[in-house]
């Protein structure tokens, strides 16, 4: 199952790229295989894949949501950006 | 007069036609219950504000507020409140800025300055603990801000920081700015309130303290405050600024485009942190007593042409996506107009754009005036600040340009009781757009940071019901405590309780045992005397909605496509806010609440 990770503000600094494919299907597994090919980001994430305060991942431009074990569908599109949107 | 930690204990109150300055003592309990920043500057306007009183009129008050934080070494507490009738909306404004002019303003000896009458031609004001002193302006009459702000304290000497309008404020633009440091006051028009009494600039230099009342403890605070405030709940502001918002909102389908008829912006990339930083050079600043150093300076230009602006979210949005335009270069030359003239950004670029929006569909006579037209919205920023050509109609803001214009652009003119409407599409932001409606100043995303409900778990940003209204309360109660303080509401990350630690906060500097819930009430105290402020200025229930488009049209595209309001669901959700405010239904503060209010004269 691939789901597209797409970054934005800090996440986005710091990988030095747009987004990337994983193959997952949950938000815990896709966070956790990002921080595997951009280790710059492991600060972003616990050992299950919540992602730290200061960071929000929202489905689809639609849901944000925070809980590891959210199921993604193939095809899904995660924005991984700072909290603290706004301002 | 007598004061307390991290007070003086009085204001001054300043009569321009009669060239006097009276210090006026404050009631310590007011101290408390008001606090400082917008919460005094509240108490301080219900007092000098006679009911109808014309906001250009000499006898209205323009008032500056520091407060209890400012001077220590808490970060980012070196800010100041302009508190006035906005000449813009006719209700209360309150606009902050921030850097050297706080700090030097309270060693004046007073907690803020409340300032009356009219000069007879263009004057300079000093404040110093001896005493004010009147100076001719007239030397500065048409400079810029910072022009004018240059050259009066290379006239005084080391020590004065100024604070001035340009000619956009000379000439009584609606919504001109007073600015310090590149800094403004931005919203609602003090900039004219300024320019109505012939002040061009005001110099303040000072050498009194305040006091802590704990003052080891506060030095210890404060360095784990800054050590926190390097962590990641600030990097996006430190590394990127505020325009990183840019691509998220297009992302989410929340970019406020081309007059709010659209909600992404096929340009969007082009205005990107990343594109613009790969054609301009960037440099970095912060405003006095901060470690965070959100200011990200963009320079432009070449030789004798070259410039420098600061760049932010709500400018980007409003000069480039609002009115259409992808050029870089054209947004940061339109910011640095609005910088030089001392214009609001947002009510500058809602303005030009809903007259796009007029032009395009032949309501005005205007053939350049259209969107994405770069050329037509500099040349429309030179007109209104010096009220030329349609410059005259604009330079009164969208709601009073659609008063004229007729023929339905009400709809469409993009303001909330006069103010023209942040970046935040409210169709897709729906407590956000519940926030625009009640805010007591109108359109707004400082007093109200119900955004941040819309941009988490908590609800469904796109069908938005009464479970968002104790969240959206509980972001203007720490709002409104940031503002009265005064600190920078980009710190909101680094606290786990925001309340708690502003309590503590206080404590340190005054000496009291405050709590959060002491807080909570003293926030919504200030926001009762706020909406109080209103009603006496002739408020009325229907102003607390949006424009009739966000009613009819859903939006177009992008990942919120579809998403529309229905004006019943938003009186529903307003209805539910007043309730829980303890106002009645239609949102009239309770006489006990109006109680603890000084009278208007």
């Known amino acids: 199952m691939s789901v597209r990770i797409e970054f934005f503000g800090v996440p986005r600094h710091r990988a030095g790229v747009v987004g990337l494919d994983v193959a997952a299907a949950t938000l815990g597994t896709a966070v956790l295989e990002t921080v595997r090919r951009f280790p710059a980001l492991k600060e972003f994430c616990a050992a299950d894949g919540a992602l730290c305060p200061g960071f929000l991942a929202n489905v689809n431009g639609r849901t944000f949501v925070s809980d590891p074990a959210t199921p993604l569908a193939d095809g899904d599109s995660v924005l991984i950006l700072s909290s603290d949107v706004g301002g | 007069m007598s004061s307390h930690p991290g007070y003086h204990g009085s204001y001054l109150r300043i009569d321009l036609t009669e060239r006097r300055a009276e210090p006026i003592a404050i009631p310590p309990h007011v101290l408390r219950r008001f606090i400082g920043g917008s919460g005094l500057g509240t108490w301080l306007l219900l007092g000098e504000s006679p009911a109808g009183l014309d906001p250009l009129a000499p006898a209205a008050p323009l008032v500056f507020v520091f407060s209890p934080l400012v001077g220590s070494p808490l970060t980012t507490s070196a800010k100041f409140a302009v508190m006035c009738r906005s000449p813009l909306t006719g209700r209360i404004n309150d606009s902050l800025s921030s850097s050297h002019f706080a700090i030097a303003g309270k060693k004046t000896g007073h907690d803020a300055f409340v300032i009356v009458g009219e000069c007879e031609k263009l004057t300079s004001l000093v404040i110093e603990p001896e005493g004010v002193r009147f100076e001719s302006a007239t030397e500065l009459a048409g400079l810029s801000s910072s022009g004018a702000a240059e050259q009066f304290q290379r006239a005084l000497g080391p020590g004065y920081r100024v604070a001035a309008i340009g000619p956009a404020g000379e000439n009584l633009v609606r919504y001109a700015t007073i600015s310090h440091d590149g800094r403004h006051a931005g919203r609602g028009g003090s900039g004219a309130v300024m320019g109505s009494k012939r002040l061009k600039a005001i110099a303040v230099r000072g050498d009194r303290q305040a006091g802590y009342a704990h003052p080891e403890r506060l030095l210890a605070y404060s360095k784990d405050l800054s050590q926190r ?309 002739g408020w009325t229930p229907a102003e607390d909605t949006l424009p009739a488009r966000f009613f009819a049209e859903a939006l177009p595209d992008g990942a919120s496509a579809g998403a529309n309001l229905s004006r019943t669901h938003l009186q529903t959700l307003i209805t539910t806010y007043n309730l829980a405010r303890g106002w009645s239904a239609e949102g009239y503060p309770t006489a006990g609440q109006v109680a603890e209010f000084p009278a208007a004269n």
């Open chain 2, 229 to 537: 405030s390097f962590g990641p709940a600030t990097e996006k502001y430190r590394e990127l600024g505020t325009v990183s918002n840019l691509l998220v909102f297009n992302r989410l389908g929340t970019l406020p485009t081309r007059n709010f008829q659209s909600g992404t912006f096929a340009g969007a990339a082009t205005l990107a942190p990343e594109a613009v930083l790969s054609q301009f050079p960037r440099t970095r600043a912060s405003c006095a007593a901060c470690t965070i150093g959100c200011e990200h300076i963009f320079h432009f230009g070449s030789g004798s042409d070259s410039q420098a602006v600061r760049m932010e979210y709500e400018n980007l949005f409003a000069l480039g996506p609002l009115c259409g335009i992808a050029d870089p270069e054209v947004v940061l030359k339109a910011s640095a107009a609005c910088d030089e003239w001392g214009l609001d950004t947002i009510s500058a670029g809602g303005t030009i754009a809903f007259a796009m929006e007029c032009a395009e569909r032949g309501l005005i006579d205007a053939p350049e005036l259209r969107f994405g037209n770069g050329a037509a919205l500099l040349a429309m920023l030179d007109q209104i600040a010096h009220r030329r050509g349609l410059g005259e109609l604009l330079a009164r803001g969208s709601r009073a340009a659609a008063q004229e214009i007729g023929q339905g652009s009400a709809d469409f003119a993009p303001h909330v009781k006069g103010l023209e409407i942040p970046g935040y599409e409210p169709r897709a932001l729906q407590t956000m757009a519940l926030g625009f409606a009640v805010g007591t100043r109108g359109a707004d995303h400082n007093r109200s940071g119900a955004y941040q409900v819309d941009f988490s778990e908590a609800v469904d940003r796109l069908h938005v019901g009464p479970a968002a209204i104790p969240l959206a309360i509980e972001t203007e109660d720490e709002a409104t405590i940031m503002d009265s303080l005064i600190l920078c509401k980009f710190l909101r990350g680094v606290f786990d309780d925001k309340l708690a630690a502003m309590a503590e906060m206080l404590g340190l500097v005054t000496g009291w045992e405050v709590t959060a819930d002491e807080l909570r009430r003293t926030a919504a105290r200030i926001v009762n005397a706020k909406k109080h402020f209103n009603v006496l200025q």
